[in-house]
């Protein structure tokens, strides 16, 4: 077989060809360049591991987000580094324990392991429903780490963080935990998105930008009094309030859409004010906790919460919440003892 190399960011491949040496560029990945070189030696392998990272990625090109994309390609080509020249029916658990031991090694926590884990058991999965594989041939499992409690403010560090915001970041804030709105929900808004006639706000697909809500499912979140005011008051104030500009703008001026730099804003802001804790890593996703504990406090059901923030089952949504401090206290108070 020929030999693969990497020049730059582009992978090459050298073979021989009626006694002449022949190296010529091959695509992006490895993968791309075992398969090239099986097709011009005739020896294509469709069991081979990078043969079927390949496959599954196409498919993932067809069905998955943008932003999903992208993470899946970084994985993809990173378990074929390592798997690629491998044929899959013939793959061991020494194999995999190999590949865990190297990303261990490499600082890769247990979770994030998980994740590589997690997509390469996919992959071989779509190779067994496609007829490529009679069967997977271990059974993968994922690596057992500690799950911590997951963070949420009280009331009382709500309105710090908002009294320590800027006029930027105040009602990004209070919109976020009164509507339980991921992160890119949040920058995707637009003007037009808040209908105050109705008294709402809707997570809509924006094609022109390459959005679609989490599970393709939009949804309409009732505005809260505070909230409706505040957003009256902040569209406002906006120089760029075309039904089609950004709700929040990263800069009033161009009328720019903020990116993921919001989450960095909104996790300076946590530290700014003593909310943000290394351990636990508190993040954007805080918000949205703290807006489904508040619900579930209030005796609000827990299908009524599952709908309101967009969450694909009850167990999700059990996953994501966590009571206040505050409310442990009082209820621990009622004991007789």
Not at 36 to 47: W, Y
Not at 105 to 130: E, K, W, Y
Not at 319 to 327: A, G, K, P
């Amino acid at each position: 077989m020929g030999t693969i190399y990497l020049r730059g960011r582009v992978f090459w491949i050298s073979y021989q060809r009626n006694g002449k040496r022949i190296a010529r560029a091959a695509g992006s990945t490895r993968a791309e360049a075992i398969q090239e070189i099986e097709r011009v030696e005739g020896k294509h392998i469709p069991t081979r591991c990078a043969a079927i990272f390949s496959a599954y990625l196409e498919r993932c090109q067809i069905y998955v987000k943008p932003g999903t994309l992208t993470h899946h390609r970084g994985v993809l080509r990173r378990l074929t580094d390592h798997f690629g020249s491998m044929d899959a029916r013939t793959l061991s658990l020494s194999d995999l324990q190999a590949f865990i031991a190297k990303r261990r090694s490499a600082g890769a926590s247990p979770a994030t392991v998980n994740l590589d884990l997690r997509l390469m058991r996919a992959a071989l999965n779509h190779a067994v429903a496609s007829g490529i594989l009679p069967a997977l041939p271990f059974r993968i499992r994922s690596l057992k780490h500690i799950h911590r409690l997951p963070v949420a403010f009280d009331p009382e560090q709500v309105e710090t963080l908002l009294d320590c915001a800027d006029a930027r970041l105040r009602p990004v804030i209070l919109c976020a935990v009164a509507t339980g709105l991921r992160l890119q929900e949040l920058i995707y808004l637009n003007v037009e998105d808040v209908d105050f006639s109705r008294g709402e706000i809707r997570v809509t697909a924006k094609d022109a930008l390459g959005f679609s809500p989490k599970n393709h499912h939009e949804r309409a979140i009732p505005l809260t009094e505070r909230l409706s005011l505040a957003l009256k008051e902040h569209i406002a104030t906006l120089t760029h309030r075309n039904p089609t500009s950004p709700l929040f703008q990263m800069d009033a001026e161009t009328g720019k859409r903020w990116t993921t730099h919001l989450s960095d804003a909104l996790v300076r802001l946590m530290k700014d004010c003593g909310l943000y804790s290394r351990r636990d890593k508190t993040g954007c996703h805080a918000f949205r906790r703290t807006f489904a504990t508040a619900l579930l406090s209030s005796g609000v059901d827990v299908e009524t919460v599952r709908q309101l923030g967009g969450w694909g089952s009850l167990g999700v949504v059990q996953r994501y919440v966590t009571s206040s401090t505050r409310i442990k206290r009082e209820a621990v108070a009622t004991l007789p003892y």
